[in-house]
């Protein structure tokens, strides 16, 4: 089929032949492709990922690891800190900081699954050291966990949500934590028996 691409796919029933066949296929081998893969595989489903770059973490392989949690009292990081977060809070920032676009029912619903993405993620082997790192910081160069990346403390944000640090970082010395987290995701991946296949880069 030397006149399919993916600017000019081809019907279905023009397919002669699957070169894989499979239950479940992830497009893409950043964070949300991980984590759709592995739930996915619990679930019985035979697995397979397609990643156009030259290994797993897509975008997410560049950024510092950081995932933005909270809510529900805090996580154990927070309230260990002395900071207590409420869910409401938490949906709040989200909604002010995404803009006039943002998606109020999305913001909500992630504040209030905010606990347990924590949690799954550390049931995942994502190690989190669990200290606190004062002082206004976009990519720590520590391994510590809980940053104030965000813009909580500054107006009009503080007043309409209560401030707190909600940066949470993988432990990783130096920038670009999660590019080392990609790494290591592989080794787990593979023992979970899923198939990980390069995407080609197809052009007209």
Not at 6 to 22: C, G, Q
Not at 31 to 54: D, H, I, N, Q, Y
Not at 85 to 113: F, H, I, N, R, V
Request: proline share 5%; glycine share 14%; net charge negative.
């Amino acid at each position: 089929m030397t006149n399919a691409s993916l600017h000019r796919p081809i019907d279905v029933a023009d397919v002669p032949a699957w070169d894989i066949v499979t239950d479940v296929a992830v497009v893409g081998f950043g964070a949300s492709g991980a984590c759709a893969a592995l739930e996915a595989a619990r679930a019985g489903a035979r697995v397979t990922l397609f990643e156009a770059g030259s290994g797993s973490g897509g975008a997410s392989a560049l950024s510092g690891g950081e995932i933005y949690l909270g809510g529900g009292g805090g996580t154990d990081v927070q309230r260990a800190a002395g900071f207590e977060d409420s869910t409401e809070a938490l949906a709040a920032y989200l909604k002010m900081a995404g803009g006039p676009d943002a998606d109020a029912d999305k913001c909500d619903q992630y504040a209030a699954g905010s606990l347990d993405h924590f949690a799954w993620l550390k049931e995942q082997g994502v190690p989190y050291k669990g200290t606190f790192l004062p002082g206004k910081i976009i990519e720590p160069e520590t391994d510590d966990t809980l940053i104030w990346s965000g813009s909580e403390e500054a107006w009009p944000y503080s007043e309409s949500a209560k401030p707190a640090p909600r940066g949470h970082v993988i432990q990783h010395m130096g920038w670009g934590g999660a590019a080392s987290l990609s790494i290591s995701s592989r080794r787990g991946f593979a023992m979970r028996a899923l198939t990980c296949v390069p995407m080609p880069v197809c052009s007209d």
